[in-house]
């Protein structure tokens, strides 16, 4: 591989809805640019990108591919990403890649539920985006329309940067309108009636040049080409490209614009915090410190575990050993790859810009920095759809926990659980989807067998008022006795409030000290005076309180939101121990949450559901019967809406078989959590029944 420089560096992602045509997209571009030697088809299942066998099966992208070629003197690393968002988080970690995210369109679907999706994630990375509209061959289009659309939906900074000429059977070419022909017969639009708006657009990048454009000098072509990828970098231009990925229209007009318009890896301005705890620049330079992050994990049957690094400052060599933040040790790089989709190349080195991949590293995981600045941390949607797993042959338990754990290092939207009230194994995902996918890739790659049960809704349980109580532990069993005597008060804690400003002398006079676990929002504050309970038996009050909360109270479910005080209590010199003060704080937690109005909170999730016109009415209707909250109505393009909502989940944990039937298949949706809320008083009674049921039933 020769030797490169990071100005000649671009990453791109390609993203968008399902079937928009992205891995035929980039198929056609390695075959074009000589990287493959004949085509390839998802369809035939010869994709360079859908390699999996799961990919083969259902014809779409599951897992984020990279790969690269070389135009122009550019050396582009291009990632293929999923396109249907019950694998939004692979398009996550892919952006945090890259510079600029391309967003893919079906020119005859036009804009989808996951299209805005993925343009929300883009804008939330910091990155340039671009639009390719594809599919131009297919029929029915309308054109001016669909640009229409997109202005509306992503802005007027999105321009033509070249219109078709001619649409479906009649689509034979693209002309620029950036550098417009005279002869623009046969263009679905006119160029040059765009031409002004995309320069305006670009100018905006340079205050000088765009001064020097309001006075009536227009920018000189090196200017337009310096421009413009800052113009995008900056967000002031947002390109749409014109391209047929089946018939090869505008593919070489599209690898000359991406090759202009994707920002360099040095013109996306990156943050971090130093080892002082101050914020600085990254600068994407070879000679810098090393900063690098793994995006992307990939358990492979053969070289096992390959972790996947993006170099944003810095140079790796294989063979050396690099700091990992937050370890005390290195890691040692046996070897670095390049990566072409499923095939893994040596190389030496790699230099700030890069992506490389190593494998067999254990001590990294997805999000694990190299050097030492700390990154914004990758953060991936809220897995909610849960099921209860179990092995199908008996003997596969341990098989099961393995195989399952390698699922939870290469998908961070997937977590595993243990059940402590039912000993039950809980997968949990984005979407049924989700988990039937993961599912296939365990009974192919891991020949593993899994029985599932009916999906399993994360309840929690919290306080509604103000309590106190306590309870004394005390044991005589003929030698040593156990005693231990807690006194506590309950308070709700609400969501968003900062501990440090809420553990203050002013509400908690006596307090000695104070701790604080975010996750549970669980603030536990210590009041003990004189002694009454030695110091030394703390951490087992605090232990008590935890267990308790693990456990739930009035229906097994963990607790949340919670404020605890300990004010008084008891010991005795002989027979107080720290078990006795954690049976004693587990209890006295038990009793004064059962009088603190206790009550069951349920995940509300946000719901996007994009349908025909005509079966708005219905979905609101069905959503309104799932104790549903319709929030508003988009356009989705032509004869299509988007209705927002929020509902339980326990109401549409089953929702994609729901909408097939009401749509007829033509409706789509994207599901995301948003917060707990309070369940009704007669479905709590009902939740509370089950799981007393559930309970005996163990029992026995």
């Excluded at 399902?18 to 997209?25: D, R």
């Excluded at 550019?74 to 995210?101: H, M, W």
């Excluded at 997109?150 to 900074?157: D, K, L, S, T, Y």
């Excluded at 290469?410 to 997968?427: A, N, S």
Aim: with cysteine.
């Amino acid at each position: 591989m020769q030797e490169l420089a990071v100005e000649n560096i671009r990453n791109l992602a390609l993203c968008g809805h399902g079937s928009c045509g992205k891995t035929t997209l980039v198929d056609k571009i390695l075959h074009f640019t000589g990287e493959i030697t004949r085509p390839a088809s998802v369809d035939d299942g010869t994709s360079v990108c859908d390699f999996d066998e799961e990919e083969k099966a259902h014809k779409y992208t599951i897992e984020a591919k990279i790969t690269h070629f070389n135009h122009n003197g550019k050396y582009f690393q291009l990632l293929d990403t999923p396109g249907y968002p019950d694998f939004i988080g692979q398009t996550i970690s892919a952006l945090s890649a890259v510079e600029a995210a391309a967003i893919v369109i079906n020119a005859q679907a036009g804009i989808e539920v996951n299209t805005r999706r993925v343009s929300q994630e883009a804008q939330k990375a910091g990155i340039g985006r671009l639009i390719i509209l594809t599919k131009l061959d297919q029929e029915n289009i309308n054109f001016p329309q669909l640009v229409s659309r997109i202005r509306e939906f992503f802005g007027n900074e999105c321009v033509l940067l070249n219109v078709p000429v001619g649409l479906g059977a009649e689509l034979r070419g693209v002309v620029s309108t950036l550098e417009p022909p005279k002869d623009v017969s046969g263009a679905v639009m006119n160029p040059h009636e765009i031409h002004n708006a995309l320069v305006e657009s670009i100018v905006e990048a340079d205050d000088a040049v765009m001064e020097r454009y309001l006075e009536g000098q227009p920018p000189t072509a090196e200017e337009i080409a310096r421009l413009v990828s800052s113009a995008v970098a900056k967000g002031t231009l947002i390109p749409i490209l014109c391209v047929s990925a089946k018939t090869g229209v505008g593919v070489k007009e599209l690898l000359d614009a991406l090759a202009m318009c994707v920002p360099a890896p040095h013109q996306v301005p990156r943050k971090a915090k130093g080892p002082d705890g101050s914020e600085v620049d990254i600068v994407a330079d070879p000679t810098g410190p090393l900063v690098a992050r793994v995006f992307k994990t990939r358990i492979d049957p053969f070289v096992q575990k390959i972790s996947y690094i993006r170099i944003y400052s810095g140079s790796l060599r294989s063979g050396e050993t690099a700091p990992v933040l937050g370890q005390r040790k290195g890691v040692k790089l046996a070897q670095l790859f390049r990566l072409q989709a499923s095939e893994m190349e040596p190389v030496d080195s790699a230099i700030a810009g890069q992506i490389v991949a190593v494998t067999k590293t254990e001590e990294l995981e997805t999000g694990s920095i190299l050097g030492e600045y700390t990154l914004p941390p990758l953060v991936f949607p809220t897995p909610m759809v849960g099921l209860a797993a179990s092995p199908k042959s008996r003997g596969d338990e341990a098989k099961l926990s393995s195989s399952l754990a390698k699922v939870c290092q290469e998908d961070p939207t997937f977590r595993l659980d243990r059940d402590p009230q039912t000993k039950e194994t809980v997968i949990t995902g984005i979407s049924e989807l989700h988990l039937q996918i993961i599912l296939e890739r365990l009974r192919r790659r891991d020949k593993l067998e899994i029985i599932t049960k009916e999906p399993k809704i994360p309840y929690r349980e919290t306080v509604q008022a103000k309590a106190e109580g306590s309870y004394r532990h005390k044991k005589q069993t003929g030698g040593r006795g156990q005693f231990g005597e807690v006194h506590i008060r309950m308070w709700p804690l609400p969501r968003g409030i900062k501990p440090e400003e809420y553990a203050t002398k002013e509400r908690f006079p006596e307090m000695k000290e104070w701790h604080y676990d975010p996750e549970s929002n669980f603030l536990w504050v210590d009041s003990i005076v004189g002694g009454v309970i030695p110091s030394n038996f703390m951490p087992a009050v605090e232990k008590g309180f935890k267990e308790r909360m693990e456990k739930g109270v009035i229906a097994g479910y963990p607790v949340q939101d919670v404020c605890v005080e300990v004010f008084y209590g008891k010991h005795h010199p002989v027979d107080s121990s720290e078990q006795a003060f954690k049976t004693a704080a587990s209890m006295a937690f038990r009793n004064v949450f059962q009088q603190a109005k206790p009550a069951i909170l349920e995940p509300i999730v946000r719901l996007e559901v994009t349908v025909p016109t005509e079966k708005v009415g219905d979905i609101h209707s069905d959503i309104s019967s799932r104790r549903g909250r319709p929030l508003g109505l988009n356009s989705a393009g032509p004869g299509m809406q988007t209705v927002i909502a929020e509902a339980p989940l326990a109401e549409v944990m089953s929702y994609a078989r729901v909408l097939s039937s009401i749509t007829g298949g033509q409706g789509s949706y994207t599901m995301e959590f948003v917060r707990y809320d309070i369940v009704p008083p007669h479905i709590q009674e009902e939740i509370i029944r089950k799981a007393k049921l559930e309970e005996e039933e163990e029992k026995e």
